[in-house]
């Protein structure tokens, strides 16, 4: 089958959102759909991720895609993505994230995200909370989708090249979703277990070389990336460039890395939002190790990258700079 996939946001290239078979969108085609949209666009005030996803639908068609893997933008019910009318739904996790659009609390959230659920569609759930799974299959049952969960504890348990327990249980959800599919997809247990074998994410726990890239950007994220940190050690010493958005927790994401890293500089990614910058200002309390402020992001770099190992997190601009300066690094290079 030809497959399509859509995810967001990009690290360095828009481009690396649209893709057919592993390969991006052309330069050629961005500029044709930007020009054919452009009515729509200025007629309606639509946003760049609308624009995007509308973009996406278009591009598949013209590709002739079979399957398409599209994610959520934000939350669910609201989002653009979900004038689809999929084969089958996942909720991977639930957490405290974009509480501006979606809802002050767990139950909230969760509900806005149970919002892509469609009838007679299997909607497969991987957050484990009880509370919170009850309030996705309220949503979901109302509308007569058939809820799928995932039971706590369950992981992938073979060749994954992703790295970190995080990922294992995304695996499990994933692979439930494979076998959620009509059968007329075709998918068998030996293509299940030849995919995970072989998949890759930029960005996520990606090692090159002396460099680790993660794109962990909330105190969630950071739990998982100290969690792989852990189980897989990487040559010491160990520094890490970290670039947290203003509206993030950052002395507790940066107290959490602080043990299990040598040093940490804090900068700004430059490609950051103006409203989304912050220059880390003064935190109660020590952290495990040193915390250097160097906000002049070149700087930054330039005094991290004579470690022995190299960890660059804190948000998917801080990766995605990194990888910009980089020579060979950028995921479409």
Same mark, same amino acid.
Request: glycine share 8%; hydrophobic share 45%; aromatic share 6%.
């Given at each position: 089958?030809?497959?399509?996939? =859509?995810?967001?946001?990009?690290?360095?290239?828009?481009?690396?959102? *649209?893709?057919?078979?592993?390969?991006?969108?052309?330069?050629?085609a961005?500029?044709?759909?930007? *020009?054919?949209?452009r009515?729509?666009?200025?007629? #309606?005030? *639509?946003? /760049?991720?609308?624009?995007?996803? +509308?973009?996406a639908?278009?591009?598949?068609?013209?590709?002739?895609?079979?399957?398409?893997?599209?994610e959520?933008?934000?939350?669910?019910?609201?989002?653009?993505?979900?004038?689809?009318?999929?084969?089958?739904?996942?909720?991977?996790?639930?957490?405290?994230?974009?509480?501006?659009?979606? @809802? !002050?609390?767990?139950?909230?959230?969760?509900? &806005?995200?149970?919002?892509?659920?469609?009838?007679?569609?299997?909607?497969?759930?991987?957050?484990?909370?009880?509370?919170?799974?009850a309030?996705?299959?309220?949503?979901?049952?109302?509308?007569?989708?058939?809820?799928?969960?995932?039971?706590?504890?369950?992981? =992938?348990?073979?060749?994954?090249?992703?790295? @970190?327990?995080? $990922?294992?249980?995304?695996?499990?959800v994933a692979?439930?979703?494979?076998? &959620?599919?009509? $059968?007329? /997809?075709?998918?068998?247990?030996?293509?299940?277990?030849?995919?995970?074998?072989?998949?890759?994410?930029?960005?996520?726990?990606?090692?090159?070389?002396?460099?680790?890239?993660?794109? +962990?950007?909330?105190?969630?994220?950071?739990?998982?990336?100290?969690?792989?940190? !852990?189980?897989?050690?990487?040559?010491?010493?160990?520094?890490?460039?970290?670039?947290?958005?203003?509206?993030?927790?950052?002395?507790?994401?940066?107290?959490?890395?602080?043990? #299990?890293?040598?040093?940490?500089?804090?900068?700004?990614?430059?490609?950051?939002?103006?409203?989304?910058?912050?220059? =880390?200002?003064? !935190?109660?309390? &020590? /952290? +495990?190790?040193?915390?250097?402020?160097?906000?002049?992001?070149?700087?930054?770099?330039?005094?991290?990258?004579?470690?022995?190992?190299?960890?660059v997190?804190?948000?998917?601009?801080?990766?995605?700079?990194?990888?910009?300066?980089?020579?060979?690094?950028?995921?479409?290079?």
């Open positions: 089958m030809r497959v399509g996939k =859509y995810t967001s946001p990009h690290l360095v290239d828009m481009r690396e959102r *649209i893709m057919v078979d592993g390969v991006p969108i052309s330069r050629e961005v500029v044709e759909w930007t *020009i054919r949209l009515p729509l666009i200025d007629e #309606h005030g *639509i946003s /760049f991720f609308e624009a995007t996803t +509308a973009m639908f278009a591009d598949f068609a013209a590709r002739g895609v079979d399957v398409a893997v599209v959520v933008g934000l939350g669910g019910r609201l989002d653009s993505t979900n004038v689809l009318s999929p084969v089958a739904s996942a909720v991977t996790h639930v957490a405290l994230e974009h509480t501006e659009y979606l @809802g !002050s609390c767990l139950a909230e959230i969760a509900r &806005e995200k149970a919002g892509i659920a469609k009838p007679g569609v299997p909607l497969i759930v991987g957050e484990v909370d009880p509370a919170l799974v309030e996705i299959r309220t949503v979901a049952e109302a509308v007569g989708a058939r809820v799928v969960p995932v039971p706590d504890g369950c992981e =992938y348990d073979g060749a994954l090249k992703l790295k @970190g327990r995080h $990922q294992r249980r995304n695996a499990a692979r439930r979703v494979l076998e &959620e599919l009509p $059968q007329a /997809f075709g998918v068998r247990c030996e293509h299940i277990a030849a995919g995970f074998a072989a998949a890759e994410l930029p960005g996520r726990f990606e090692s090159r070389g002396k460099w680790i890239f993660d794109v +962990a950007h909330n105190l969630n994220g950071f739990e998982a990336l100290t969690e792989t940190l !852990s189980a897989d050690v990487p040559p010491r010493p160990l520094h890490a460039l970290v670039g947290i958005l203003a509206d993030k927790n950052w002395p507790a994401m940066v107290e959490l890395l602080a043990k #299990h890293v040598d040093r940490i500089y804090l900068t700004v990614p430059p490609d950051a939002p103006e409203g989304r910058k912050t220059d =880390y200002p003064a !935190s109660d309390g &020590e /952290f +495990a190790c040193e915390v250097i402020k160097e906000l002049n992001f070149s700087e930054a770099l330039r005094k991290v990258s004579a470690a022995a190992t190299i960890l997190t804190g948000s998917v601009y801080t990766v995605g700079d990194v990888m910009r300066r980089l020579p060979g690094f950028a995921p479409l290079c």
